[in-house]
T-cell receptor, first 114, second 115 residues
Framework: GAGVSQSPSNKVTEKGKDVELRCDPISGHTALYWYRQSLGQGLEFLIYFQGNSAPDKSGLPSDRFSAERTGGSVSTLTIQRTQQEDSAVYLC????????????FGPGTRLTVL | AQSVTQLDSHVSVSEGTPVLLRCNYSSSYSPSLFWYVQHPNKGLQLLLKYTSAATLVKGINGFEAEFKKSETSFHLTKPSAHMSDAAEYFCVVSDGSGGYNKLIFGAGTRLAVHP
């Protein structure tokens, strides 16, 4: 596609529910990143996928957070048993490969946990 | 470890006057540096990037930034502000070790442009 897309654009859920956030990277991009943007914490790295390598999960804040990337393309970020502090904008970015360090961001998913 | 510090959380200018958004970085090697802009309810858009070529980098919408190694700075400037420049600006350094390229963001500077 023309850019990184994310769905849904907005998600409101109740505390304790599970949510799934989806990211479609730019076609052909081998690297995919998830970031979180929240008041007070700014923009923080969550997880990184590169090709078929094991993902770097070092930024995930707790074991309630997980992500997968199927077929080297679409990625899903899952948050289990959501808490109010999970409320944030979740951003996905993709990068074309080792020859470039420019990441292109999607519009984000705004998650609100009531 | 890499880090960036944006020296101003808010900057307010009048339309037609120059813009200066300040950024200092910390890096153990020659860094890749970026400025991203985020308009309200929009995604992050790349303004410009520095990757060890020319120290003066020109970006979109008339913005430019100068890499100064001696000052560990990468300030963003524009000669004449436009109302449409009102947004939040992020200075970013890349953890480029091994092609990893995790981005480390500054806290952001909110730019207000007044008529």
């Amino acid at each position: 596609g023309a850019g990184v897309s994310q769905s849904p654009s907005n998600k409101v859920t109740e505390k304790g529910k599970d949510v799934e956030l989806r990211c479609d990277p730019i076609s052909g991009h081998t690297a995919l990143y998830w970031y979180r943007q929240s008041l007070g914490q700014g923009l923080e790295f969550l997880i990184y996928f590169q090709g078929n390598s094991a993902p770097d999960k070092s930024g995930l804040p707790s074991d309630r957070f997980s992500a997968e990337r199927t077929g080297g393309s679409v990625s899903t970020l899952t948050i289990q048993r959501t808490q109010q502090e999970d409320s944030a904008v979740y951003l996905c970015a993709s990068r074309g490969g080792f020859s470039t360090d420019t990441q292109y961001f999607g519009p984000g998913t705004r998650l609100t946990v009531l | 470890a890499q880090s960036v510090t944006q020296l101003d959380s808010h900057v307010s200018v009048s339309e037609g006057t120059p813009v200066l958004l300040r950024c200092n970085y910390s890096s153990s090697y020659s860094p890749s540096l970026f400025w991203y802009v985020q308009h309200p309810n929009k995604g992050l858009q790349l303004l410009l990037k520095y990757t060890s070529a020319a120290t003066l980098v020109k970006g979109i919408n008339g913005f430019e930034a100068e890499f100064k190694k001696s000052e560990t700075s990468f300030h963003l400037t524009k000669p004449s502000a436009h109302m449409s420049d009102a947004a939040e600006y992020f200075c970013v350094v890349s953890d480029g070790s091994g092609g990893y390229n995790k981005l480390i963001f500054g806290a952001g500077t909110r730019l207000a442009v007044h008529p």
